[in-house]
Structures are given as C-alpha cells and as structure tokens.
C-alpha cells in the first residue's frame, strides 16, 4: 500500500511539477538551498531560544516576552516548507525514497505536535494575568524535545545526499528506500 | 607554489579519514555538525540583532547576554568542523574565491556582534546615539550572516579543482 502511494507520488510529481523547469536553470537549486539554510537560522535562533527560556536560560526575563521571538521562527518555518517543497517537487524519486527524508519527515511531525501540545497543555498556565519566570516541568520537557526534534530535523537534512536512493536489491521495508526499477 | 603543500595536506591519515572513512561519523558527520554549529552561531546571532531592531522588544538586551555562550558553543563547532573539512578537501577550498569571501563574511560578522556586546555592556542601549549605532551594526550583521551561508553553500557549486 504504502509503497504503491510512494511510487504513484513520484510519478504524479514528475507529470505535474509546477517548479522543476525553474529550479533546473543555472543557479536556481544553489540559491533556493541558501535560503533554505537561511531559514533554518532564523528557526533555530527563534525556536531554540524560547525553549532555552523554558529550560531556564535568563530566566529574570518574562517568558511572554520571548515568546514574542516565536513569529520569526515560524517564518523560518515557512520559507523552509517553501524551498524544501521546491526540492521536492524538482527530484521527487531522491525525497520520496529517501530513509534520511523518512526519518526528517518524522522528526518534523513530532516538532510539530510537540509544539502543538505546548499550546494545548501549558499556554495558558504560562500566559496568565501573572508573569511566570519558571517554567512547570511540562513546559521544560517540551522545550527538550523540541531542541532534539529540531537537531534531528537538520541532522538528517544535511544526510539527505549520503542516502540517495539506488536500485531495489534488498528487501523493502515498510517504506521503499530505493528506487523501484 | 600551494600545490605542494595541498599534495601533502590531502595525503596525511587525517585528510584521508575525513573523506574515504566509511563512517558516518567522518565526512557526514563533519557536515551535520558544520550544519548545527551554523544554526546555533549564525540563529542566535540573528536574533539578538532582530532584537535590535525592535523585535521582543520586552527582552532587556543586557538578558540577551545569557544566550551567548550557545552562540560561542556554535561558533568553535563550526571553526573545529570547519578546519576538519578544509583537511578533508583543502584544495577544493583554498582554490575556490568564494571561500575567502565566506571566511571574511563570517570575521566580519563576529567582529560586529562583539562590538555589539560592548556596546550593550558598556552603554545604555536605548540612548538615542547607542540604539541608532546599533542598529547599523545589526543590520551589517545580518547581511553579512546571510552572505555567509550563501557562500558556504555556493562553495559545493563554484570549485574549479577537487583534489591537487
């Protein structure tokens, strides 16, 4: 099942990627990957200091006040789904079959979830009518995961070229990590 | 003139480790680690200049100093790693203009965020003349982290030679 939606993904971008011609001109890949590490920055110096904050770095500045840091990394965010789409959407085959990507795609969605459950669980106790200096250990506990989700996120990015995808010799997982022939 | 010195930098087990090691600890590892020091030195430094120039202005910016030492950390990963991949492929470096640039972008960029600190440390940041110094020195700043990166991933595109 999953292997049959791999295959028909990349078949399906290959016929109607709307970006490809674009990004094979001369410098368009070089420049899209600089803003693509150019957001990364912006992420990681937004994100990572307001969970730094939460662990309890600075901890005489308000965290409502960091937190007014987030916008910034959540524009990073986007430039980074932005450009990393690009890519995908040019050489869909070395994405799609990619453990690297698999295991970035992952990281991403428990960054995300965690983030989500941050503002499920503990917004409001941090939020409320009386500045909180201390984090509760909740709080603490996201920030930590958010930190790792985030390394692994830019760990297995930078992996992503030592992990391209060759002709199906093994067997296949649960996802494909080769390329089908 | 340089060539000797390269043939000989790329024959030492070190170079040699770097770039044939099966590891992933070697070359691909070098690499993600360069990636990580980059967001930690090149993020934090743009977000102390964000603050400059008006963001989380709730954020006094003598507390911002606490998130220094992250910054530091990033910059020796990235100078250690840095060295280890310029060991690995010295040739492809040292040939290539667009790794001087990035080298000065990044000198100039630290040297910009130390004076920020003083200025910080030793001035009240929001007299009129500090804060307007400031800024000019944030926006340099950012410009140059950006130009950094950029040359640094437009190094992988540009080399002429390889290996000597």
């Given at each position: 099942m999953l292997h049959a939606a791999q295959i028909w993904l990349v078949a399906f971008i290959e016929a109607h990627s709307p970006v490809?011609?674009?990004m094979r001109t001369h410098w368009a890949w070089p420049v899209v990957e600089s803003l693509h590490f150019i957001g990364l920055c912006l992420l990681v110096g937004a994100i990572g200091s307001f969970d730094l904050r939460l662990l309890g770095v600075?901890?005489?500045?308000?965290?409502?006040?960091?937190?007014r840091l987030i916008p910034w990394g959540i524009a990073g965010f986007v430039l980074n789904a932005c450009t990393g789409?690009?890519?995908v959407l040019t050489e869909p085959d070395q994405y799609i079959f990619n453990p690297s990507f698999h295991l970035k795609v992952l990281a991403l969605a428990i960054a995300?979830?965690?983030?989500g459950l941050f503002y499920v669980t503990t917004f409001k106790e941090v939020f409320g009518p009386a500045p909180v200096l201390d984090a509760p250990r909740r709080a603490k506990a996201i920030a930590l995961v958010s930190l790792c989700a985030w390394m692994t996120v830019i760990v297995c990015g930078r992996m992503l070229t030592f992990y391209r995808p060759g002709g199906c010799l093994g067997e296949p997982g649960i996802l494909l990590t080769c390329e089908p022939d | 003139m340089l060539d000797p010195f390269l043939v000989w930098l790329e024959n030492t087990a070190l170079s040699r480790w770097v770039v044939e090691s099966e590891s992933l600890l070697a070359f691909p590892g070098i690499l993600a680690l360069h990636a990580i020091g980059m967001g930690l030195?090149?993020?934090?430094?743009?977000?102390?200049?964000?603050?400059?120039?008006?963001v989380a202005?709730?954020?006094?910016?003598?507390e911002?100093?606490?998130?220094?030492?992250?910054l530091w950390g990033g910059f020796w990963l990235n100078a250690v790693s840095g060295v280890l991949l310029l060991v690995g492929y010295p040739t492809k470096a040292l040939t290539n203009p667009v790794f001087y640039l990035k080298l000065l972008l990044i000198a100039v960029a630290m040297v910009l965020f130390v004076r920020i600190d003083r200025l910080i440390r030793a001035a009240d940041p929001a007299a009129p003349a500090t804060a307007q110094r400031l800024r000019r020195l944030a926006v340099t700043s950012l410009v140059c982290w950006g130009g950094a990166i950029t040359a640094g991933r437009f190094l992988a595109y540009t080399y002429t030679r390889l290996r000597a």
């Amino acid at each position: 099942m999953l292997h049959a939606a791999q295959i028909w993904l990349v078949a399906f971008i290959e016929a109607h990627s709307p970006v490809a011609t674009l990004m094979r001109t001369h410098w368009a890949w070089p420049v899209v990957e600089s803003l693509h590490f150019i957001g990364l920055c912006l992420l990681v110096g937004a994100i990572g200091s307001f969970d730094l904050r939460l662990l309890g770095v600075a901890r005489r500045v308000p965290i409502t006040a960091v937190h007014r840091l987030i916008p910034w990394g959540i524009a990073g965010f986007v430039l980074n789904a932005c450009t990393g789409l690009m890519f995908v959407l040019t050489e869909p085959d070395q994405y799609i079959f990619n453990p690297s990507f698999h295991l970035k795609v992952l990281a991403l969605a428990i960054a995300g979830v965690n983030a989500g459950l941050f503002y499920v669980t503990t917004f409001k106790e941090v939020f409320g009518p009386a500045p909180v200096l201390d984090a509760p250990r909740r709080a603490k506990a996201i920030a930590l995961v958010s930190l790792c989700a985030w390394m692994t996120v830019i760990v297995c990015g930078r992996m992503l070229t030592f992990y391209r995808p060759g002709g199906c010799l093994g067997e296949p997982g649960i996802l494909l990590t080769c390329e089908p022939d | 003139m340089l060539d000797p010195f390269l043939v000989w930098l790329e024959n030492t087990a070190l170079s040699r480790w770097v770039v044939e090691s099966e590891s992933l600890l070697a070359f691909p590892g070098i690499l993600a680690l360069h990636a990580i020091g980059m967001g930690l030195a090149a993020g934090l430094a743009a977000v102390l200049d964000l603050r400059i120039l008006g963001v989380a202005s709730g954020v006094p910016l003598v507390e911002f100093r606490r998130f220094q030492p992250v910054l530091w950390g990033g910059f020796w990963l990235n100078a250690v790693s840095g060295v280890l991949l310029l060991v690995g492929y010295p040739t492809k470096a040292l040939t290539n203009p667009v790794f001087y640039l990035k080298l000065l972008l990044i000198a100039v960029a630290m040297v910009l965020f130390v004076r920020i600190d003083r200025l910080i440390r030793a001035a009240d940041p929001a007299a009129p003349a500090t804060a307007q110094r400031l800024r000019r020195l944030a926006v340099t700043s950012l410009v140059c982290w950006g130009g950094a990166i950029t040359a640094g991933r437009f190094l992988a595109y540009t080399y002429t030679r390889l290996r000597a």
